[in-house]
């Protein structure tokens, strides 16, 4: 059984900062696309930053760009967000996200990041 098991959410002030981390089981993580998604209250979900399995290479939503980073550990199977210079618009719930293309897709349970002072 899969399972993608996210933490390290909380209440932050503007300007702080929180590390998630999301540890799989069930996989064979090395081979998998990772990804953290957010979502925002009455919003649709959206895509915060990628990292491919091929090459490693990262990509980040602009709203991110230079204050999020997003890195894995294929021996932990562990994908984790460090997030910098946190803004009140970045609360939201945060999902990680493994996928290989046309075969398989896992999200888990989310973990909520609240900025406010």
């Known amino acids: 059984q899969v399972q993608l098991v996210e933490s390290g959410g909380g209440l932050v002030q503007p300007g702080g900062s929180l590390r998630l981390s999301c540890v799989a089981s069930?996989?064979?993580?090395?081979?998998?696309?990772v990804a953290w998604y957010r979502q925002a209250l009455g919003t649709e979900r959206e895509l915060v930053a990628r990292?491919?399995?091929?090459?490693?290479?990262?990509t980040y939503a602009d709203a991110v760009k230079g204050r999020f980073t997003i890195s894995r550990d294929n021996v932990e199977n562990t994908v984790y967000l460090q997030m910098n210079s946190l803004k009140p618009e970045d609360t939201a719930v945060y999902y990680c996200?493994?996928?290989?293309?046309?075969?398989?897709?896992?999200w888990g349970q989310g973990t909520q990041v609240t900025v406010s002072s």
């Open positions: 069930g996989l064979t993580f090395g081979i998998y696309t």
């Open positions: 990292m491919f399995s091929t090459d490693g290479r990262p």
């Open positions: 996200n493994a996928n290989f293309p046309e075969v398989a897709d896992y």
